[in-house]
């Protein structure tokens, strides 16, 4: 498989204040990871600059940057948490 | 009632009773009850209250954030690795989200156990835990007008306890 599929990355926090979304859509290349989503995401105008601790969670799990997303995947950017 | 030899764990598991995000008032009270009647030793209700002052500022009011979804998973998984962990028999979870003034409750925490030690060790750890890796986020408002989104913790891939869930009696 070739070409490249959309991705829905949901945004929390300070990241949904500053974008004004609560979503940024991107397209991923087919077979493509978490470290080339974190790629696309660090080439964001606005976010660019916000991706400092951040984790990436697919389909509600952390996942680490050589995990493969695929499509139809429900993405999230995680800023640093703080719960309690 | 336990004789004095018995060891931890050996109450009936009851499971995660409640383990959810949720824009309700929070009742501490009213989560042990909902852990049910047993004949456990030791009950223990945590909860965590939205202090009125951070860092030399005064709050105002906090405003939680949360990935609403995964937050329920991810208490329930927490909320098992604790049981797995210390023997503890049951363990109820609630945490607000939503605009919360001081002193609100925003976190409880309910534990019921044979013996006061995997009671507390399992209160703490949900707390502790859910402080690492809950997908919830808290703006706090300060009497001057502003706000800001608090630092926290970065989640670790893979830190859903796959492996101690795995060592669990599931």
Known sequence: MSGRFPVHVQLFGKHREIVGS?????????????????????????LGGWLGGCAIAVNRRYERDESVVAVGDEVAIIPPVAGG | MSSVGERHGEATPVGVVVAEVTESELDGAELLRRLGDSSDGAVIVFEGRV?????????????????????ADVLQEISREALARTGASAI????????????????????????????YEASAYVIEELKRRLPLWKREEYADGTSEWLGGHTPEAGARGDAMVMRGTE
């Not at chain 2, 009125?52 to 906090?62: E, S, T």
């Not at chain 2, 019921?112 to 009671?119: E, G, I, Q, V």
């Open chain 1, 22 to 46: 609560s979503v940024v859509e991107l397209e991923l290349e087919a077979g493509g990871t978490v470290a080339d989503l974190r790629g696309l995401l660090a080439a964001h105008p606005v």
């Open chain 2, 92 to 119: 109820g979870v609630q945490h607000r989200i939503g605009s919360l003034e001081p002193p609100s409750v925003s976190l409880v925490v309910a534990v019921s156990a044979a013996h006061r030690r995997p009671a």
């Open chain 2, 51 to 71: 202090r009125d002052h951070n860092g030399g500022r005064v709050v105002v009011r906090l405003h939680y954030d949360a990935y609403a979804g995964m937050a």
